[in-house]
């Protein structure tokens, strides 16, 4: 009775308060499906519709929900601030299992990055094991204050110095810790609030009502209303003032964020404990810096990864590989990778090709390496046991790599594409690691592919968690599911949650599988290559780009998705992932031939650009369609020309963490008209591009942000500024513009990357107002390992005073001897040259028509030495 009467009370005093709690300052006390106004007072909850038409929760907690300070005050320690925080009601919350105890640190890591985390005070639990490491003393200065409230509950602020912007405020409610239930919410600064991942968005700027993302890998199509791949529970917020912060939650366990009007957010999750990390900026390129800085950065890719690619599941025989191949050359069209899918493997088993079907196989690579071309092969973490001659199986039990049952010990179950059951590496060991890296260095030396595609790594199962099921227990069947979409919850197309792995129970580490998996198969790549090479995953985690690159997986031959696929490739350089792309024309469905060619338009621009799609659809690689043919082969050249450009941008991201594929307002922060476009790109802060995304359009209306714009085609200036422009867009044209205030490297482009990096450079110098422009080349030979980066060539380029100048930053790698800077381009000149000064010796001519001039000296420019050029005018 006293319980009872205990819970009449928190509804009575809560609604006694209601008239205090707009919709949008609600959070939701029954997140879980088939609310009635009964489980939502038995929670202690207030039950009322909605004031408003919105999607506001019905069951909402009271304002006095949450945790108190246990004693007097916040205590400073070293790093930051500590105290113990004590439940403020003693009825359970949500599902029971309530810590009552809480542990809240609090470190200044960084100038710029802040640490609070959540823990019970007196039980062990999972946190994720990748280190992010801190500062040995706390910083002298910081970006950021944090400040503490006491009533109703505790609460805690993150406020930004300079602005007395509050960019986290826990006041909004709803702290939870429990065993299989944490939440923290927060009012937000700014609706502009972008990132949480992996998902299909309809837009790059989230929708506030009151939506919910769920973050679980999944095997699944793309769909707007679906968790898909990778997990990333990291969001980005441009603030009302043009500043930027982020937030990670460290956490790898499942999880659900809504977003309210308030501007609010939600944070549940079903595991773990709650780790938070603040980064702030203050530009939206510093907050990414300091996330890739805090979690690791991708390697400056293999320069062959940033040509075409060509792939499809479907292939039936070495000749399909050959006729694609070839046709594709016959085209024109510059091509450095040929992939295969499963196709080629011996009934679908990891570390084997079909003898009979594909017998030719390596010497079709042996060809296609003879063409200084590249070929990528692909593995799936599932290994079959029904195989009667299979040492890879055989020495992998032996060893004991496999995921366990948790009730038997025995490997556990699933059936992926073999005839016969599979078994799941636990990759989380090290000797499982050390047994997938020596097969996939013995598998190279039958087939020697010279890239790895890691897919079906969620990871993925045909059957519902196990062959033999799963138990019925609290992991399997947690109280709170998030992504209740799923039909058979959390085991849904994966393994049991109660499965174990070396590193702890699959419940805890479902997400991370297609990272420990990424880890050790970088490992193998780079020793069996002893080069760069490429390592694409189709599942990612934080921090994953250190060891692999993505695609955004198995799309639609469909229009829209074309919009889908800039937004997904931009969350992603967000996340840390700079070498991205969608397959080109689409996975599913059969090609449309105006829709593929302006696809390829759009994927020439993908940091990570291959033509892919499923077996069952007719072919699509560009070849085999003369009128798409045209198109690839035309923007195909234009791409493999600003390969130097790109390749310079992926070492700017090694370096200094900053993004390839670019928002807007990534560069224009304080525009608002750039805070929603999600149809335009950059490639880093120099080259603009605007595709065609809809049927039957030959014009593009385009935003260009207030700077000087310069059309690459016709190399006119551009008269608007800060406005939409009506560009012109035949189906033969991508849209491109050139920023001034710019130096853009480029070359001639050739039918590999191999052959186009002979070519000489060409500089594309664009003027701002001021007549300056700076730009980088970062060169070396393209492949070689090199950890420290040490060994590389760094060239930097400036206009100033009207004169150019070449400034060698670094030169210890002999591959920039062999360049000749052969072409200068200004666009931009203030008036007619009338004398150029380079150097004393060489005689330059020029072709000058309005405001561009093009340059050619009969000395050709030697970037690995110092340089200038001296422009005179007529008065």
Not at 242 to 250: D, E, R, T, W
Not at 568 to 580: E, R
Not at 738 to 743: A, N, S
Request: one cysteine or more; a negative charge.
């Amino acid at each position: 009775m006293k319980a009872f009467c205990g819970v009449i009370w928190v509804v009575t005093l809560a609604l006694s308060k209601a008239q205090s709690l707009t919709d949008s300052d609600r959070v939701d006390c029954h997140p879980d499906p088939n609310v009635t106004q009964a489980r939502c007072e038995q929670r202690g909850c207030i039950f009322e519709p909605p004031l408003g038409s919105g999607r506001a929760p019905v069951c909402y907690l009271p304002p006095f929900y949450g945790y108190r300070l246990q004693g007097d005050e916040v205590l400073p320690t070293d790093l930051g601030f500590e105290a113990i925080l004590e439940r403020n009601l003693a009825e359970s919350s949500y599902f029971g299992q309530d810590f009552s105890l809480v542990r809240f640190e609090v470190e200044f890591q960084t100038e710029s990055r802040l640490r609070v985390k959540l823990s019970p005070l007196s039980a062990e639990r999972y946190e994720v094991p990748i280190p992010i490491e801190r500062d040995s003393n706390r910083p002298q200065s910081t970006l950021y204050d944090v400040q503490f409230s006491y009533e109703p509950v505790f609460s805690f602020q993150v406020i930004r110095k300079s602005t007395g912007t509050i960019l986290f405020d826990s006041s909004y409610g709803g702290l939870t810790l429990s065993d299989q239930f944490l939440q923290i919410a927060s009012r937000l600064p700014s609706e502009n609030v972008y990132g949480l991942g992996e998902h299909e968005q309809p837009s790059f700027k989230h929708d506030l009502n009151w939506k919910t993302w769920t973050m679980f890998a999944r095997d699944v199509s793309p769909n707007p209303e679906l968790n898909l791949y990778g997990t990333h529970p990291y969001y980005t917020v441009l603030e009302n003032d043009g500043n930027a912060h982020s937030v990670l939650f460290k956490n790898s366990n499942a999880a659900d964020v809504t977003l309210t009007p308030k501007p609010g957010l939600v944070y549940r999750t079903i595991g773990g404990v709650l780790d938070l990390y603040f980064f702030l900026g203050p530009t939206p390129e510093n907050v990414v810096q300091q996330y890739t800085g805090a979690l690791g950065r991708h390697q400056v890719p293999a320069y062959w990864s940033l040509g075409f690619h060509i792939c499809r599941w479907g292939y039936e025989s070495t000749q399909d590989l050959r006729e694609v191949y070839q046709r594709t050359l016959a085209a024109e069209i510059p091509l450095d990778g040929q992939w295969s899918d499963i196709d080629i493997m011996d009934r679908k088993v990891d570390f084997t090709y079909d003898k009979e079907r594909f017998g030719d196989l390596p010497d079709f690579i042996q060809d296609v390496h003879n063409d200084g071309r590249r070929f990528v092969a692909i593995l799936d973490p599932g290994i079959p046991t029904g195989e009667s001659d299979y040492p890879a199986f055989e020495e992998g039990s032996t060893l004991d790599v496999w995921v366990k049952e948790a009730q038997t010990g025995l490997p556990i179950q699933g059936m992926v594409w073999p005839d016969s059951p599979v078994y799941y590496p636990d990759f989380t060991s090290p000797i499982t690691r050390d047994w997938w890296v020596k097969w996939i260095k013995a598998w190279r030396q039958e087939v020697p592919w010279d890239g790895l595609w890691i897919d079906m790594n969620e990871p993925a199962n045909f059957e519902q968690g196990s062959l033999n099921g799963c138990e019925e227990n609290m992991w399997n069947n947690p109280p709170y599911v998030p992504g209740a979409n799923a039909s058979f919850g959390l085991i849904t197309k994966t393994l049991c949650m109660d499965a174990q792995h070396a590193g702890g129970s699959h419940y805890d580490t479902h997400s991370m599988y297609g990272w420990w998996e990424a880890v050790a198969s970088f490992q193998a790549v780079q020793e069996a290559t002893d080069q760069r090479s490429l390592v694409l995953s189709r599942s990612t985690f934080i921090g994953g780009a250190k060891y692999a690159s993505h695609w955004l997986g198995d799309n639609f031959a469909e229009w829209d998705n074309l919009k889908y696929s800039i937004i997904g490739i931009l969350q992603f350089n967000q996340f840390g992932f700079p070498l991205v792309g969608a397959d080109i024309c689409g996975f599913n469905g059969d090609y449309d031939p105006e829709m593929c060619a302006r696809w390829h338009q759009l994927g020439a621009f993908y940091p990570f650009a291959r033509n892919h799609n499923s077996i069952g659809n007719v072919d699509q690689d560009p070849g085999v369609d003369p009128f798409v043919a045209s198109i690839a082969k035309t923007v195909m050249e234009i791409r493999y020309a600003f390969l130097p450009y790109l390749y310079s941008l992926f070492y700017e991201h090694t370096q200094h963490g900053s993004t390839v594929f670019r928002p807007l307002w990534h560069e224009f922060p304080q525009d608002v008209t750039t805070w929603t476009i999600d149809e335009q790109f950059l490639w880093g802060n120099a080259l603009l591009v605007s595709p065609v995304l809809r049927p039957g359009e030959v014009s593009v209306s385009a935003y260009l942000p207030e700077a000087r714009w310069f059309d690459f085609y016709t190399t006119e200036e551009s008269d608007v500024r800060g406005n939409f422009s009506n560009l012109d867009a035949p189906i033969e044209k991508l849209p491109l513009h050139i920023r001034g205030g710019t130096i853009i490297p480029t070359q001639a482009s050739a039918l590999s990357t191999e052959m186009a990096r002979k070519n000489d450079l060409h500089l594309l110098v664009s003027l701002d107002e001021n007549q300056e422009a700076e730009g980088v080349l970062y060169w070396d030979d393209g492949q070689s390992l090199d950890p420290s980066w040490a060994k590389h060539a760094k060239v930097a380029f400036t206009y100033s005073n009207n004169q150019l100048n070449g400034t060698v930053v670094k030169n210890d790698h002999s591959a920039l001897n062999d360049l000749q800077i052969g072409k200068v381009s200004f666009y931009g000149l203030p008036t007619i040259i009338a004398r150029i000064r380079f150097p004393e010796e060489s005689r330059c001519d020029w072709n000058q028509t309005f405001a561009f001039t093009q340059v050619e000296c009969s000395e050709k420019i030697n970037p690995a030495a110092d340089w200038s050029m001296e422009l005179f005018f007529y008065c």
